[in-house]
């Protein structure tokens, strides 16, 4: 496997083999479409639960880029823009060249009088996009990129290109129309071949201006030569051209003495001025009637496409209409339009809460030039993120992407206020508020309407996910307080989509001779953005990557999807294979699997199980002090390894459970970091004392090493009555004066507790039967994915159309019935077969290990190969009895 080879793109050349494996073959009735060349090979995708996405390429058509030919080739308009919607602008027409860097923010999407230039700003890096003042002219730099990204589009090798964040400034603007969120939106023009002055002047158009003549019969001056004398100008130069029949080239007309060069650039730039002004017009009909007819027109200028899928008109006219929304819709069908479309339409802002942060950038690259966007999320700078929330409250972000994390953070939530309006919060990926999920997320459970109402101030809630049982489904709309009724729900798996199954055989990709590149969590993170560029221009044929490589992978030409080994739910497989196909093309999806990977996978489905005794002493922490509305804290890293518990996917799980359960015990608070150690550099901490209570009472809290005072934040906090948030400015200021330096360390959950429960060991017996459920569930889904794989190959009676290499109808009949189904079915579990030494090995285990103790659990992990916070594989791995069970 050339896994590190660096790809130059040479083996691109080479048509990959379309049907490289006899069960991917095409049925006989359906031969094969000839190839479109000079077409680009179409990749394809090997995924795994676990692990593994690989990419192999087939042949292609060129894409059709749907905006290219709405903008390219718009229907000649009635009659020209009225004087009141873009005088201003036509003067652009001029190309005369000003100083872009005056450019202004616009408002909102009614104050913008043009909807095109858009960048990412260079000063916050955050990636906030805004638009550009109409009345700024583009730079020579701007002109001078422009054919590159029409060659692009032509040569067809770069279709669909994700234009990756950090490389954004830096590239020279496309000669296309310029697109606000630089997603796939090149335009290619004509290349401009200038006629008269025979020089090559690049993209002016060359003003000639006679100062005298130039003053119109008007007597108006050059600075007030507006709207009227460019419309006649205009009309004037039309009819020139066009009796030349030069319109789409360029041309020299004269108009009172005024000389001008006509470029097909102007005329580029006077077609996005009447698309702009289309689109405007669109908008404003739309806000005052979301009829089907206005919906569309929207949906054919802003994206080019001709009408709406299945779901979409829906799911979009609820949501203008003010309505929450559950929508279930298959991957790649266009789910992001139906936020899109009510962001342009709804006055406030769209929250899109997104569990990803690769997701929100390719969520953000994927906005339609006239939404400007933005994102935030924990790891931003604070630069970043003060940048974004400026230009949130200046109304320059209309729809921002956000981390749950994020959202929930107390000092967001209370920008709204007073602040910005929120017409609309999105819950993408949906199913993670629903422990019932494959994919579940606390934090994203912590996303109540009842939170969100009251916060945000916003009625309207728009949940989508591709993916959700009926038991997930019901969670996620109890907690987004969805009506049943505002369900969308369509197939969760496309119909251009073959699926195959085959036992896993002779599966290394260097065995064949294919050249491979990996991608999982241990490449750094430019390197894996580099290959996911690499493959999305297509000059790599296989990547091996890890699940996160496909999640919101939106390159419509990936031919297929090869799943390595088996993903550990149908969610997780419908997730996957969505990648392929998504042009809507016939593309293939294949799963190798095998009963050792399911043992395998069958055992890590239990490896966040907890034991009631952990439960209920880790409960005795979380109440210790007993202390109402105090903050109380708990160590992350100490406390999961001596309750043996994971920290995010237990810990917390059990904190917001009990937050958020039918009773709160306690109310979550931003974890941080807990322990202080403290120098002091100017006063003596006792003379500091006496006019600094804080201080005071840190030297009765602290404990002192090495002429450091070290002490615990929330103790100091709760012994003077103040938040820890006051404590850390009271230290800031400090600093600032020089009077101290301090470092913090040891990041912790932190609470305040509500109410104490009567019975703890009750409450621990609750909480683990439904920790324990949510283990089953998992473990459920496993065998239902067997299932699935196992009928197909095994047990399919081929009655539905399923053939000896296909077996889509059977699969998607067990994916609909699983997903469909109101409770689980009873489905075979292989694991019931226990091993009759398995008794025999414990009691050994345990007798030579008697110096420690052990939870059941701990030992079927330790027997199982599976490490926990407790037991690392470190150390376990070495014993005689890891892995040892069956
Ligand atoms: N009405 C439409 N007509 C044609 N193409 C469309 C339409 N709506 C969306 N698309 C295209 O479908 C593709 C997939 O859209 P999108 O990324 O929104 O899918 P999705 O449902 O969010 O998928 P996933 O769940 O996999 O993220 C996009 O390239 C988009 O331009």
């Known amino acids: 496997m050339d896994s590190d080879s660096d790809s130059d793109g040479s083996h691109v050349s080479a048509t990959p083999p379309r049907y490289f494996n006899p069960s991917l073959q095409r049925p006989a009735s359906k031969p094969p479409q000839p190839l479109i060349s000079p077409s680009p090979p179409r990749p394809a995708i090997l995924a795994s639960s676990k692990s593994k996405l690989r990419v192999r390429a087939s042949s292609s058509r060129p894409k059709a880029v749907a905006r290219k030919s709405s903008r390219t080739k718009p229907p000649p308009p009635p009659h020209s823009p009225p004087p009141s919607v873009i005088p201003p602008l036509s003067i652009s027409s001029f190309r005369i060249r000003r100083q872009s860097s005056n450019a202004e923010p616009v408002a909102s999407l009614d104050s913008a009088p043009v909807l095109r230039a858009g960048h990412f700003s260079k000063l916050s890096q955050s990636f906030s996009k805004f638009r550009r003042s109409s009345l700024e002219f583009e730079t020579d730099a701007d002109s001078i990129g422009a054919n590159t990204s029409v060659l692009e589009a032509k040569d067809g090798l770069h279709e669909g290109v994700s234009v990756a964040p950090s490389s954004i400034d830096s590239k020279p603007a496309s000669d296309s129309r ?8 090149h335009v290619p023009i004509e290349p401009v071949k200038l006629k008269k002055g025979g020089k090559n002047e690049g993209n002016f158009v060359r003003l000639n201006l006679n100062k005298r003549k130039f003053m119109s019969k008007s007597g108006r001056s050059k600075s007030t030569y507006k709207f ?21 080239n360029e041309g020299t007309c004269e108009e009172d003495g005024l000389i001008v060069e006509i470029t097909g650039q102007d005329q580029k730039q006077q077609k996005n001025e009447r ?20 919906l569309e027109k929207l949906l054919k200028l802003v994206y080019g496409h001709d009408s709406f899928r299945d779901g979409q008109l829906e799911a979009i006219r609820s949501v203008v209409d003010g309505q929450s929304v559950m929508l279930v819709l298959p991957t790649g069908a266009g789910k992001s339009l ?21 997701l929100m950038i390719d969520q953000l690259k994927q906005l339609p030039p006239v939404i400007p966007g933005g994102f935030l999320c924990s790891s931003q700078s604070l630069q970043q993120t003060s940048e974004t929330l400026r230009m949130l409250q200046e109304g320059a972000i209309k729809v921002l992407f956000i981390s749950p994390e994020r959202l929930l953070n107390e000092d967001f939530l209370s920008l709204f206020s007073s602040g910005p309006q929120v017409s609309l919060v999105v819950v993408d990926e949906a199913h993670c508020v629903s422990e019932w999920s494959h994919n579940f997320r606390p934090s994203f459970m912590r996303l109540r309407a009842s939170l969100l109402h009251a916060r945000l101030r916003v009625s309207c809630i728009l949940a989508m996910t591709a993916t959700a049982t009926r038991a997930t489904l019901c969670s996620v709309m109890s907690a987004l307080e969805i009506p049943a009724t505002n369900l969308i729900l369509k197939a969760h798996v496309r119909d251009n989509l073959r699926l195959s199954v085959s036992l896993s055989q002779n599966k290394y990709l260097s065995d064949n001779n294919i050249s491979a590149k990996s991608y999982h969590s241990n490449i750094p993170a430019k390197d894996r953005s580099r290959i996911q560029d690499l493959f999305c221009s297509n000059k790599i044929r296989v990547v091996v990557a890890t699940v996160a490589f496909g999640m919101g992978l939106d390159k419509p030409d990936v031919g297929a999807v090869i799943h390595y080994s088996m993903p550990n739910s149908l969610e997780g497989f419908v997730q996957e294979i969505g990648r392929a196909g998504r042009d809507g093309r016939v593309s293939y999806c294949h799963l190798l699997y095998d009963d050792t990977t399911y ?6 489905m239990h490896s966040d199980g907890v034991d009631e005794y952990a439960v209920s002493k880790f409960l005795s922490k979380v109440f210790n002090n007993e202390s109402h509305g105090k ?12 309750y043996d518990m994971k920290e995010e996917v237990v810990i917390l799980t059990i904190l917001t459970h009990l937050e958020l359960g039918q009773v709160q015990y306690l109310h979550l608070l931003p974890q941080l970091n807990v322990t202080c150690a403290m120098n002091f550099h100017q006063t003596t901490p006792s003379l500091l004392a006496e006019t600094d209570i804080i201080i005071a009472a840190i030297l009765r809290k602290s404990e002192t090493k090495q002429g450091q005072y070290i002490f615990d934040i929330p103790t100091v906090a709760n012994s003077i009555g103040i938040t820890t948030g006051e404590l850390s400015s009271q230290l800031e200021h400090l600093k600032l004066k020089g009077e101290i330096t301090y470092d913090t360390k040891d990041m912790a959950y932190c609470y305040n507790i509500v109410k104490v429960p009567q019975d703890i060991c009750l409450l621990a017996s609750h909480i683990t039967k439904w920790l324990s459920e949510v283990e089953s569930c998992k473990v459920h889904k496993l065998d239902a994915m067997y299932d699935a794989a196992n009928f197909a190959l095994n047990k399919c009676q081929k009655e539905l159309g399923c053939d000896e290499f296909q077996h889509t109808a059977c699969l998607q009949k067990k994916i609909m019935e699983y997903f469909y189904s109101e409770s689980p079915c009873n489905l075979s579990n292989k694991m019931s077969l226990s091993s009759p030494f398995l008794r025999a090995d414990i009691k050994v285990f345990l007798q030579s290990n008697s110096q420690a103790k052990f939870t059941p659990r701990a030992i079927a992990r330790i027997l199982h190969g599976i490490s926990s916070p407790a037991y690392s594989s470190t150390f376990w791995a070495k014993s005689h009895f890891w892995k040892e069970a069956p």
């Open 178 to 185: 310029k697109h606000l969120n630089l997603i796939r939106a």
């Open 338 to 358: 139906c936020y899109q479309i009510p962001a342009m339409i709804l006055p406030g802002i769209t929250l899109v809460v997104s569990p990803l942060v690769a």
């Open 228 to 248: 009227s004398g460019y419309r006649k100008f205009s009309r004037r130069t039309k009819r020139k051209l066009n009796s030349q029949g030069e319109a789409n």
């Open 275 to 294: 698309a702009d002004f289309e689109i405007r017009e669109a908008l404003s009909a739309a806000r005052n009637q979301a009829s089907e007819e206005n």
């Open 631 to 642: 903050f109380c804290s708990i160590l992350k890293e100490s406390a999961s390894c001596k």
């Open 599 to 604: 043992f395998k996978l069958h055992s890590l």
